[in-house]
Each structure stands twice: as structure tokens, then as C-alpha cells.
């Protein structure tokens, strides 16, 4: 569907005011004041995000009182569980607390629900279960603030929890022995975006300082730590929250450590995805590199097998492990792109994804542990909400529904407006989750899109580019991309600037390649300058390119590319358009 592209003004004043008081680049203080970063002392910050920056852990909301419930329990030898989620973000968060117990002299153990059968949240059965293990504390990670029965059902059966989480809050607590929480009721910590294994390094982080009985963690509590902070790292890249604040730093920091005090397993799967080769990790190899591996071992009910690649201590398990998540991911892949097929057909010969203000699309035959990720795609391609409904073909349980949204629809608060269709419903704005009986799709399908209808205008329905600056290509030296990378980790609220030149040619026919040829590749050329690109996702762009003859705008993200030790600038093409007759560039909307 076409975009609507919009190149956003820039003050010249303010750029020369914040290069000269700030002694960095131009190109470097344009993207900055484009962050919001103003003045001279928030750009410091910004740009050296240095761990000393992370605020305390004790004044992350709930922390005291757990730390104090947690180190009782292992003063007295309890049987401590991790209760998990099945996603990366989930597998990092148990990781990090049991890898920091341990070191605490903790009985502790994991246990992860099986995305497939239980699905998301804290179960009474799983409860049950954890009970006949012996098990004394239950702490849950990115999970369990609104899990308000099954907790007062362990409760019961004389458990005690804790509760870690960072996902919307309910208007009722659940009644465990203590909840962390960035957004609990009365608190006013500063940053309520950590995700969940964000909230687990806060929360061992203090842990090691309670055993200690001092402000500092003892020397092996430390080594831990650093390596937790990859671990943090790699959950919150996966979990797609801003990386921005302590986020920032997390991800920065992590990354930087990763490849000296990364767990074995997650050291196994650096070297499998030959990115122990690389000089420097980014988010982006995080992203698209490791997370989807351990999203697919949660995807296909092995979530447990990816706890155990972050945690074990046996090397060649480690690599058997790397192994098995690898071949896992490829399966993943497959079922992914015959499910994005049919879901694509469904939803234009059913459905009119031009006007229709959502999504709601339901089948038998698909997967429930990939429709999350093809829901996301279709958001992609169509800007709309989108909720992928697995049918559950014996009719014996509900149906499970993934929803995704694009920026600017709170999706929780939609599905709230439907609850009275739906079995259960969980997430936030971005993201969420439910279970339906499959004779309300109808009705639910009905409701969802007129809540939708009602809180998206029609301008809003054409997916906009924000393009920070326009550029030729013969300014894109390694140098400027380099200066560029100073704004690392790129992710979402600190997006990988975008760029545009217009008027460039083709230099060569473009190619599909990557697995199941979904990605493109070519070499475009502008006033003497070749660039290789690659457009992700897009193969269909290749015929509609290969038929025009005349000169195109490209929206794109300057990157630079490491192969054999080789560094050179590359485009990630984001839009292109067709450059008008008249000689009209990137600065008309369209």
C-alpha cells in the first residue's frame, strides 16, 4: 500500500548552536535535536549512557519487599521456582534470576508453560504441579499482574509469590507476597519502560545487594551481573520497548559485553550465526539474529529448551542446544510464510484491507505459536490492526487470537472495549493476546472493527515515513555512517535514521534472494555514486521496479555492512516511488 512521505523540518540555527556546544557533527546534532535531545548535558548523556546512569534498583517499584520475601526464602533452603514466559524476553528474565540465585546459594529451579497447551500467564494446574515438586516460592518473570485467581489459588496451597512483570495493570492486583512492577499504583519511578528481564536485572541486582548487607554486590555477584546485562539486553531488543533511558544503556552496555560474557548456549549461538565474527553486536543482529531463535523454541511449545540454552554449564549441551533452536527457527520460517500466504488471501479476497479499519482473520489450519509474527507482518503491509485467530479444530478449547497494531492504536484498550466476546485477553498497546470461542469471531470481528473505526481517522489509515533528512548518495562515506552510529542502539523511540535521495537509477536489474527469496537486492546509482541496497520482505518490489524506466526516490536506512572483515556502506531500503516528470522530490507528501 502506498505511504505518505513526510521529510521533517530542521532549525539551522539550532543544528550550528548544538554542533558547536556539544563538539560533535552537524549530521550528528540534527538527528539528536530530531530525538528531542536539546542541550549540551542531554546529549553527553545520551551519546556515553554510562551504566552508572541506571537508577538505583531499590527504587524500582515493589523491589524492597521482594528483595526481603526472596532472601528470606533462601536463608531457609526453600524450593524456589521461576515461573516464565515462553517468548525471549521471558527465557533472558529466567535466566537472569536463576543464574543470580545460584550464585546466592538458592534451590532454585525453572519452570516454563507450554505456549501450545497452557498458553500465556500463570496457570492454577501449572500451580498445582509446582506444589507436588515441593515447591515453597514461586517468582514469576514478564508474567503474573493479572494472574489474580491462579495466584490466590497457590496461595492457598500455601505458596508463597512473587511477581515480576512489566505488562499492563489491571484494575485489581493480584494478592501475591510481593509485585514488581515499573507502574505500580502510587509509585513515581521515572521510567516505565523496562521489559521483563529489564525488571529481573533490577530486581537480582538488589538481591545481591541485600546478601551483601552493603550498597556494593560481592565480587562473583558482580561478574554475574555484567554478563546479566546482555541478557538484559538481548530481552529487551526482543521485546521491542524503547530504547531509550535505562534501556538505552542496558542495550549499549550489553552489547558491548556480550561477546566476552555471554552463557555458553547464547556464546554457541553467536558462533552458529557467525556473529562472533563481527567487530561490534548491534541491536539489530540481536533482533533478527538471536531473538527469533529463541521466539521460535517458545513459538513451537520447546520454550523450556531455551531457558536451558542460557543457563546450562555443560559446553556440549550448549552446542547441541544452539543446534536444535537453529534448526527449530528454519521450521518456524516455513510454517511462517505458508501462514502469511493464506492469511494474505483471506484478508483481500474476504476483506477490503484498503477501507476495512482492521483485521480480525480466523482459520483452522494455523499454527498458534506463529500467527503473532504474521499478524505483525500484515501491519506491515497494511497498516491496519491486525488479529490472527488459530481455530482450535476439534472444538474441545477456545480459539487463540495474536493481535499487532501500528503506532498510534492502543490495542488493549480496544480489545477491553470487546471483552464481552471474549473467553480472556491480555498485553498492551502494541501487542496483545486472546482466547475466543470460535462462534464469536463473528461478532467480535463486528465490534473490534467499529472500536477501531471510531479511533483511527481516515488520514491515519496511509502508513507515513518520517524522513529525518534528504542526502545523496555521495555523502554516505563510511566517515558520516560512522558518525551516524554514535546514536546506537537503534530500536523502537530511538529508530535507525531514515534518509531519502531522489532521482536515482538502477545500476543493475534488482534480484530476489535470502531464504524463500523474500528479500531483494540491488545496485542503485546517483550522480556517479554506486550503492548497494536491500529491501527486507519486499521481493515483490522486483517486477513493479524491473517495469519502470525512469529515475526513482528511495527512502532508506544507511548501514554499515561487515563481511570478511570489509566494512562498506549499505542501504536498507524502506519506500520508493516513482520521481515525477515534473522533477518533484522527496519534500511533496504523496
Known sequence: MAKRWRLMGHDTG????????????????????RRGVADPESARRF?????????????????????????????????????GDYDADGMTASAILHGGLRRLGANVTTFVPNRLEEGYGLHAESFDQLRQRGAELVISVDCGIGSIEPIAHARSLGIDVVVTDHHTLAATLPDANAIVHPRLPGSDYPFDGLC??????????????????????????REFLLQAVGLAALGTVADVVPLIDENRIIVRHGLAMLPQTAPLGLAAMLRRTQMDQKSQLSSEDLAFGIAPRLNAAGRLGQAALGVELLTTEDAERAETLAQYLDELNKSRGTLERRIYQAARKQAEEEFDPQDDPALVLAAEDWHVGVIGIVAGRLV?????????????????????????????????????????????????????GLRIEPNRIGAFRDAFCEAAGQSIADEDRVAEIEIDAEAALHQLTLPIVQQIEQLAPFGMGNPRPILCATAVRLAE?????????????????????????????????????????RPIDVAFRPVINEFRGRRSVELHLVDWRPTTEEGEDARQPT
Open 14 to 33: 539550532h543544528i550550528e548552536a548544538l554542533q558547536a556546544s556539544a563538539s560533535i557533527p552537524p549530521l550528528v546534532a540534527q538527528l539528536l535535536l
Open 47 to 83: 551519546l556515553e549512557s554510562r551504566l552508572a546512569q541506571l537508577r538505583d534498583p531499590e527504587l524500582l517499584p515493589g523491589i524492597p519487599r521482594a528483595v526481603e520475601v526472596i532472601l528470606d526464602h533462601v536463608a531457609r533452603g526453600s524450593s524456589i521456582v521461576i515461573y
Open 509 to 549: 536489474p534488482p534480484r530476489r534472494m535470502g531464504n524463500g527469496n523474500r528479500h531483494l537486492s540491488l545496485r542503485v546509482e546517483h550522480h556517479g555514486t554506486r550503492l548497494r541496497a536491500v529491501a527486507f520482505g519486499q521481493a515483490d518490489w522486483a517486477d513493479q521496479l524491473n517495469d519502470l524506466s
Open 196 to 221: 521483563g528481564a529489564g525488571v529481573a536485572f533490577k530486581l537480582i541486582w538488589a538481591l545481591g545487594k541485600g546478601h551483601a548487607g552493603a550498597d556494593r554486590v560481592a565480587p562473583g555477584m
Open 380 to 432: 506491515e503491509r497494511y497498516h491496519r490492526p491486525v488479529i490472527m485467530i488459530a481455530i482450535d479444530g476439534s472444538g474441545s478449547r477456545p480459539a487463540v487470537g495474536s493481535c499487532r497494531s501500528p503506532a498510534g492504536f492502543h490495542i488493549y484498550r480496544a480489545l477491553a472495549e470487546c471483552a464481552e466476546h471474549l473467553v480472556g485477553f491480555g498485553g498492551h498497546a502494541a501487542a496483545a
